[in-house]
T-cell receptor, first 117, second 113 residues
Framework: GAGVSQSPRYKVAKRGQDVALRCDPI?????LFWYQQALGQGPEFLTY????????KSGLPSDRFFAERPEGSVSTLKIQRTQQEDSAVYLC???????????????FGSGTRLTVV | KQEVTQIPAALSVPEGENLVLNCSFT??????LQWFRQDPGKGLTSLLL???SQREQTSGRLNASLDKSSGRSTLYIAASQPGDSATYLC????????????WGLGTSLAVNP
């Protein structure tokens, strides 16, 4: 597609509920990233995929967070047993290049605003 | 550890003014620096990407410069318009950190008609 698409745009979850956030990167983009942005803060790295391989998940806050990109295109970020501190905007970004091609800028989606009540 | 700082945190100017937003970073070993715009409740829009070997990039009324040795970048906005009102974020891609962007907290810009 023309840009990075994320769905849903808004999600309200009750505490303890599981949620799944979807990211459709730009077609053909090798690298895909998830970031978490709390109110008034800059984005914080969560995880990075090169094609279907999850090369870095060091930013995932706890084992309640899980991300996958099984076919190297669409990615899903799943949060189990949501807590209030999970409330944030979850941003997805993609770039054309992989590990060895770092000259590309990042294209971000519009994000999913998650509110846990 | 790379740290990115943006000054000022907030800026309010009358329409038509030229303005400069500043971004500084502590570790000069970067691959590139990218400026983004974020509107309230929206995602991030990429404005300009400067590679570590470049000194500046221009797009329309925007010009971004990079002085890697001193750890500074500036975003210059010419003839500001109310539609430029947004938060402007800079992010650096560190060498050797597996492609994580390191972000400043942003400058919140208000351009008043």
């Amino acid at each position: 597609g023309a840009g990075v698409s994320q769905s849903p745009r808004y999600k309200v979850a009750k505490r303890g509920q599981d949620v799944a956030l979807r990211c459709d990167p730009i077609s053909g983009h090798v690298s895909l990233f998830w970031y978490q942005q709390a109110l008034g803060q800059g984005p914080e790295f969560l995880t990075y995929f090169q094609n279907e391989a999850q090369l870095d998940k060091s930013g995932l806050p706890s084992d309640r967070f899980f991300a996958e990109r099984p076919e190297g295109s669409v990615s899903t970020l799943k949060i189990q047993r949501t807590q209030q501190e999970d409330s944030a905007v979850y941003l997805c970004a993609s770039t054309p290049g992989g590990q060895g091609a770092l000259g590309y800028g990042y294209t971000f989606g519009s994000g999913t605003r998650l509110t846990v009540v | 550890k790379q740290e990115v700082t943006q000054i000022p945190a907030a800026l309010s100017v009358p329409e038509g003014e030229n303005l400069v937003l500043n971004c500084s970073f502590t570790d000069s070993a970067i691959y590139n620096l990218q400026w983004f715009r974020q509107d309230p409740g929206k995602g991030l829009t990429s404005l300009l990407l400067i590679q570590s070997s470049q000194r500046e990039q221009t797009s329309g009324r925007l010009n971004a410069s990079l002085d890697k040795s001193s750890g500074r970048s500036t975003l210059y906005i010419a003839a500001s318009q109310p539609g430029d009102s947004a938060t402007y974020l800079c992010a650096v891609l560190n060498a050797g950190n597996n492609r994580k962007l390191i972000w400043g907290l942003g400058t919140s810009l208000a351009v008043n008609p």
